[in-house]
């Protein structure tokens, strides 16, 4: 018999996580446009403590997809970061994350880039280890659960390809990439 006691399950709102930061010109390039990687690592973060408060265990990024950056980002703007969990499995979740530009003398709001990361939940010695289930309470957050299920099948379907294509081949490790 399978002795694992599952996790209970938690509404995402519970875990859901909002960050803001100045940009500065530390965080451009040249034309003071914002980084790509220094956004990415605001998401990385801020996904990752959705992760952490969902879960109540250490997580690791396995899969970051669907990244778009759609507009740009200047010094002075506010990066403004909303995360939520859109669905678990046995020992990994989706977060979503959603950037907003916001420009405080104007005051206008623009979506500027969104992705899905997943997270595994691990012990101290790197064991995957079981998560709650997410328990969607509105319609927008039910809509995310049905979807992130897709996105799963894709992300292990590629996985699985690109495993059995390096198992053909039998590649060197020296030269794997
Ligand atoms: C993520 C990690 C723990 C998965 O380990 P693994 O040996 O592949 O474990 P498993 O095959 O048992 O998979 C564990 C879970 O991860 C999921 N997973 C693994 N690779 C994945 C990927 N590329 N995309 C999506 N999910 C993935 C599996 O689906 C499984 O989830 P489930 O239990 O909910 O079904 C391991 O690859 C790792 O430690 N990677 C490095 C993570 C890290 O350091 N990130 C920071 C960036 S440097």
């Given amino acids: 018999m399978d002795s694992e006691v599952l996790p209970k399950g938690k509404p995402p709102s519970a875990s859901a996580v909002e960050m803001m930061h100045l940009v500065l010109p530390n965080h451009a390039n040249q034309l003071g446009n914002l980084l790509g990687g220094q956004l ?20 690791v990024t396995a899969a970051v997809d669907s990244i778009s950056f759609l507009e740009p980002i200047r010094v002075g703007h506010i990066v403004h970061i909303l995360a939520s ?7 990994s979740l989706e977060v979503g994350v959603k950037v907003f530009r916001d420009d405080p003398i104007n005051g206008t709001r623009t979506h500027a880039a969104s992705a899905y990361l997943t ?3 691990i012990d101290q010695y ?3 280890l079981p998560v709650p289930p997410v328990e969607p309470q509105t319609a927008d957050e039910w809509r995310r659960w049905r979807e992130a299920e897709l996105r799963r099948q894709q992300r292990l379907q590629q996985r699985e390809l690109l495993r059995q294509l390096r198992h053909h081949h039998d590649v060197p490790q020296a030269s794997e990439h």
């Fill in 126 to 128: 790197g064991k995957p």
């Fill in 85 to 91: 969990v859109n669905r678990a499995f046995r020992t």
């Fill in 119 to 121: 997270f595994v939940a």
């Fill in 40 to 59: 990415m690592q605001w998401m990385d973060i801020a996904a990752a403590l959705v992760a952490m408060r969902h879960a109540g265990k250490v997580c």
